[in-house]
């Protein structure tokens, strides 16, 4: 009996302290709470859309304005070639040689018949002079004597056409033949470049060639820079690809660091719409997701997960997860946690 009364008397004791007990714990969770959060001085700024532009992306290619396929004017087997791809040259510089072993007996052949036809054009001159023979006899020696000089001169130029050397300053970009392998005129053995003058290039439809004109300023991003480069359009081409349906585009670009063979993408105008667009600063990262933080109208952060799109003149449009009138924090914002009290600064 002594037994149930005390089981009794325990459950009413734990019946009545326990919610004095939880109660007291959510009072230690709340002033934790309250202890974490931190006043943060940071910039507030009101989000409000704003004009951006439309842009069609146009895949596109770097190119060389001077780009020269250097062959050899003679046929015959490459001796040597002098220079690697990525080497700088001159002009006059030797790329590489041919065994014009050919060219160098025609021009042998050449100056042997030289010297026969000037000994009987000198021997027929003095005895013209001296009226030893007509004037009709004289003048053929000298005309075979001029063909032959003329000759020599064709066979000793073909000789010197071994030496093949570059005919702009740049860079080698291409090297097609080998030493050993056969060259012959009109084929490519290297290819050389200037690199100081590139061309962006690219097709358009005739709806985004509506807008364009000469001297237009585009945005193209190159793969490996960091931020667009401006170009400028240079020439329209008149008439469409008869099996793409697109006109060809090129745009003047700024060749410092880059390289001809680039992939890049030509941004044109094609329309203004509205946008959300926030400042690089209010962009954070939290448990490796990319957000900002929004004040509440008593001041408090609160995390705010976005969608980042473009980014332009150091304003990142955010597609989603925030809307016009809600307060931001820019600067300050990457020291903030959800919970804590913003002292908003003056921008």
């Given at each position: 009996?002594?037994?149930?009364?005390?089981?009794?008397?325990?459950?009413?004791?734990?019946?009545?302290?326990?919610?004095?007990?939880?109660?007291?714990?959510?009072g230690?969770?709340?002033?934790g709470?309250a202890a974490?959060?931190?006043?943060?001085?940071?910039?507030?700024?009101?989000?409000?859309?704003s004009?951006?532009?439309?842009?069609?992306a146009?895949p596109?290619t770097?190119?060389a304005?001077e780009?020269?396929?250097?062959?050899s004017?003679?046929?015959?087997?490459i001796?040597?070639?002098?220079?690697?791809?990525?080497?700088?040259?001159?002009?006059g510089?030797?790329l590489?040689?041919?065994?014009?072993?050919?060219?160098?007996?025609?021009?042998d052949q050449?100056?042997?018949?030289?010297?026969d036809?000037?000994?009987?054009?000198d021997?027929?001159?003095n005895l013209?002079?001296?009226?030893?023979?007509s004037?009709?006899q004289?003048e053929?020696m000298k005309l075979?004597?001029?063909?032959?000089?003329a000759?020599?001169?064709?066979?000793g130029?073909?000789?010197?056409y071994?030496?093949v050397?570059?005919?702009?300053?740049?860079?080698?970009?291409?090297?097609?033949?080998?030493?050993g392998?056969?060259a012959?005129?009109?084929?490519?053995?290297?290819v050389?470049?200037?690199?100081?003058?590139?061309?962006?290039?690219?097709?358009?439809?005739?709806e985004?060639?509506r807008?364009?004109k000469l001297g237009?300023?585009?945005p193209?991003?190159?793969?490996?820079?960091?931020?667009?480069i401006?170009?400028?359009?240079?020439?329209?081409?008149?008439?469409?690809?008869p099996i793409?349906?697109t006109?060809?585009v090129k745009?003047?670009?700024?060749?410092?660091?880059?390289?001809?063979?680039?992939?890049?993408?030509a941004l044109?105008?094609?329309?203004?719409?509205?946008?959300?667009?926030?400042?690089q600063?209010?962009l954070?990262?939290?448990a490796?997701?990319?957000?900002?933080?929004?004040?509440?109208?008593?001041?408090?952060?609160?995390f705010r997960?976005?969608?980042?799109?473009?980014?332009?003149?150091?304003l990142v449009?955010?597609?989603?997860g925030l809307?016009?009138?809600?307060?931001?924090?820019?600067?300050?914002?990457?020291?903030?946690?959800?919970?804590?009290?913003?002292?908003?600064?003056?921008?």
């Amino acid at each position: 009996m002594r037994k149930t009364a005390m089981t009794r008397l325990q459950g009413w004791l734990l019946a009545g302290l326990l919610p004095g007990l939880l109660a007291g714990c959510g009072g230690q969770d709340k002033a934790g709470e309250a202890a974490a959060a931190k006043t943060v001085n940071a910039e507030l700024r009101v989000v409000q859309p704003s004009l951006v532009a439309e842009q069609y992306a146009a895949p596109a290619t770097l190119v060389a304005l001077e780009s020269v396929p250097v062959a050899s004017r003679i046929m015959g087997y490459i001796r040597a070639i002098d220079v690697v791809e990525g080497q700088a040259v001159k002009v006059g510089q030797r790329l590489f040689t041919i065994d014009a072993v050919d060219a160098k007996s025609q021009a042998d052949q050449a100056s042997a018949a030289l010297a026969d036809a000037k000994a009987n054009y000198d021997r027929y001159a003095n005895l013209y002079k001296d009226e030893a023979v007509s004037r009709q006899q004289y003048e053929k020696m000298k005309l075979a004597y001029d063909q032959a000089r003329a000759a020599a001169d064709s066979a000793g130029n073909q000789l010197r056409y071994a030496v093949v050397t570059s005919p702009i300053n740049g860079v080698v970009t291409q090297k097609l033949g080998n030493a050993g392998s056969l060259a012959t005129p009109g084929q490519p053995v290297v290819v050389v470049e200037n690199p100081a003058r590139l061309q962006v290039q690219t097709q358009v439809g005739e709806e985004v060639l509506r807008r364009i004109k000469l001297g237009d300023v585009v945005p193209v991003e190159v793969d490996g820079v960091a931020s667009p480069i401006e170009a400028r359009v240079a020439r329209i081409s008149p008439a469409a690809d008869p099996i793409s349906r697109t006109f060809l585009v090129k745009l003047d670009i700024d060749a410092t660091g880059l390289r001809s063979g680039l992939f890049a993408r030509a941004l044109f105008k094609v329309g203004e719409r509205d946008a959300l667009q926030v400042p690089q600063a209010a962009l954070v990262e939290r448990a490796g997701i990319t957000g900002l933080f929004v004040a509440d109208a008593q001041g408090v952060a609160h995390f705010r997960m976005v969608r980042a799109g473009v980014t332009r003149n150091g304003l990142v449009e955010i597609q989603a997860g925030l809307s016009a009138g809600e307060r931001i924090a820019v600067t300050g914002a990457d020291r903030l946690e959800t919970g804590d009290r913003i002292s908003a600064t003056k921008p």
